[in-house]
């Protein structure tokens, strides 16, 4: 049979009923243990490593289906849920690393992620070193013995550069060293697997999730990295799952373990919560990548508008490569620009629209915005904020599913009243 799509795959994948009641929806398995009939079946569960069933900090079957169903949109091999995306990403970086490693990492990355990079990790003794991963040979000069992983977003936010995605990879492969992916602010749009990416991490908080009522986050693995030559410990058997299926699910099975010892697991109604949002992703991508669109071209041509950057506007250095990766449904549904009158205007701005929503958050069905500069950016250094693209007059929107005329009016009204 045929590969199911896009849209196919956000309704069904994982799920196929449970024997029991025959419930349509993924039931909210919402409880913290299993019950084991007896001693033997509760010995064969641990022996066997049958993780969904034991207790939920390791393994759920609410979750599970939105895990196998994350794995199958990306052709995946399989993924771990966790309580948010910054979850996923450091429990995923705990996994990985330990003393005087060194990564490398893009210079545009979410806040919260510069954060983890530039202040949690070093004090563990990793090193890293932040790259413009736009200049191929920077990130190739910046791998070093110790180098364990390439990190990047595949659209950065909030400067909303493309990278060359696939010349990334071709860089990391020839070091041997995993090119991780955070692939939140394109999922479904874009298969970052495809292109040689062998980890995505997301936070499904945002377009996944699509409606901004819960908190997640998820790493899915292509299993397609051989981590016996640079990653020893991941393929060594390790207490207390003695897994026998070290191999293809190594990262997998260990950042079960890593779950296990630090405990950000997902619950088991957020799963659910994801799972309804998801069912829609597909058109909630096609309509957002519509709307954000003619959202740019609208602000282009507006007089109080100095600049607008959208990798789909043709004038964007990044339109080519936005092409090639994001063609079908357009560059997702971010886009900033700058006001005229700089951060004064801006906040007026803000202040004056009624129906984009005020909020640090992205990728909901509502449209949304927000001063980065003086917000999601405030807690790292002027240097970082420079380097990520964050001016102090720039605005930043996610565009929602609303009528785009709608938004358009609103956006008229507020720039006018600047
Ligand atoms: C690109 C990106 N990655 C990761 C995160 C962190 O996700 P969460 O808020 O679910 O922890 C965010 C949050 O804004 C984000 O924008």
Not at 161 to 190: C, M, Q, R, W, Y
Not at 217 to 241: C, H
Not at 292 to 316: C, M, Q, R
Not at 382 to 403: H, K
Request: proline fraction near 4%; glycine fraction near 8%.
């Amino acid at each position: 049979m045929a590969e199911k799509k896009l849209e196919t795959k956000a309704l069904h994948s994982g799920y196929k009923g449970e024997p029991q009641f025959g419930a349509r929806a993924v039931p909210i398995y919402e409880t913290s243990s299993f019950l084991f009939g007896t001693a033997d079946e509760a010995a064969r569960r641990f022996s066997e490593h049958d993780i969904n069933k034991i207790y939920t900090r390791i393994g759920n079957p609410t979750v599970a289906v939105l895990e196998e169903r994350l794995a199958d949109i990306d052709g995946g091999l399989a993924a771990v849920c966790y309580a948010s995306g910054m979850a996923a990403i450091s429990t995923l970086m705990l996994t990985l690393l330990k003393k005087d490693d060194h990564i490398v990492v893009s210079n545009t990355l979410y806040g919260g992620t510069v954060s983890l990079f530039s202040d949690f990790l070093p004090r563990f003794g990793i090193k890293i070193d932040y790259v413009d991963i736009d200049m191929l040979e920077e990130v190739e000069k910046s791998i070093n013995e110790n180098t364990k992983l390439l990190y990047a977003e595949s659209i950065g936010n909030p400067k909303l550069n493309v990278a060359d995605l696939e010349a990334l990879s071709e860089i990391t492969k020839k070091h041997n060293i995993p090119f991780i992916l955070d692939n939140t602010v394109t999922p479904g749009i874009f298969r970052p697997f495809e292109y040689g990416v062998d980890i995505a991490v997301y936070s499904l908080t945002k377009y996944i999730s699509g409606h901004g009522v819960t908190i997640g986050g998820a790493v899915v693995d292509s299993g397609t990295m051989n981590w016996r030559k640079k990653f020893a410990r991941l393929t060594e058997d390790m207490p207390p799952f003695h897994s026998a299926k070290y191999g293809k699910l190594s990262l997998i099975d260990q950042l079960k373990i890593t779950l296990y010892q630090t405990g950000a697991c997902m619950s088991p109604l957020t799963a659910f919560l994801i799972l309804q949002g998801m069912e829609t992703l597909p058109l909630r991508m096609k309509r957002i990548g519509e709307n954000t669109l003619k959202i740019a071209e609208f602000l282009k041509n507006h007089k109080n508008v100095s600049w607008v950057n959208y990798p789909g506007l043709k004038d964007s250095p990044y339109y080519n490569l936005a092409r090639k990766y994001f063609d079908q449904y357009g560059p997702s549904g971010l886009l900033t620009f700058g006001v005229k009158g700089g951060l004064k205007a801006g906040k007026k701005l803000i202040n004056n629209v009624k129906l984009c929503s005020l909020l640090a958050n992205i990728g909901d069905a509502k449209t949304l915005i927000i001063h980065p500069a003086s917000t999601t950016h405030f807690l790292i250094s002027s240097q970082e904020r420079q380097e990520a693209g964050v001016t102090d007059d720039m605005i930043r929107l996610s565009v929602g599913i609303e009528n785009a005329d709608d938004i358009i009016e609103d956006l008229d009204n507020a720039l006018n009243s600047v």
